[in-house]
């Protein structure tokens, strides 16, 4: 089993800049896709930025130049940063990550597993 356990979410003022952490821990071969999603009230949970194993990046237009995702191989960690954030941003940010095990019949498979979240809320 793999969890992924997000950090640093809170309350920021718009403009303002604030960092996600996430930590994936458990049974892990390898890790492909690390990502963030966003889920506002009312609204469907959608992208905000994706890294492959190799770095190659996809950052969703509404924060593109604003906010930054990068991660640690060895540490197996993702990180966001958001900068020049908008009351828009406000959502519970969600850790994603594409994990390769072996099981105890010693196959690899692959499973997509998710953080609980972390509130990110911006507000004067």
């Known amino acids: 089993q793999v969890q992924l356990v997000e950090s640093g979410g809170g309350l920021v003022q718009p403009g303002g800049s604030l960092r996600l952490s996430c930590a994936a821990s458990?049974?892990?071969?390898?890790?492909?896709?690390m990502g963030w999603y966003r889920q506002a009230p009312g609204k469907q949970r959608e992208l905000v930025a994706a890294?492959?194993?190799?770095?190659?990046?996809n950052i969703a237009d509404s924060v593109k130049g604003r906010f930054t995702i990068s991660r640690d191989n060895a540490r197996n960690t993702v990180s966001l940063q958001m900068n020049s954030v908008k009351p828009e941003d406000t959502a519970a940010y969600h850790c994603?990550?594409?994990?390769?095990?072996?099981?105890?019949?010693?196959?690899?498979?692959?499973?997509?597993?998710w953080g609980q979240g972390t509130q990110v809320t911006v507000s004067s």
């Open positions: 994603n990550a594409f994990v390769i095990s072996r099981g105890s019949d010693y196959l690899f498979r692959g499973n997509d597993y």
């Open positions: 458990g049974s892990i071969f390898k890790i492909n896709d």
């Open positions: 890294i492959s194993s190799g770095g190659t990046t």
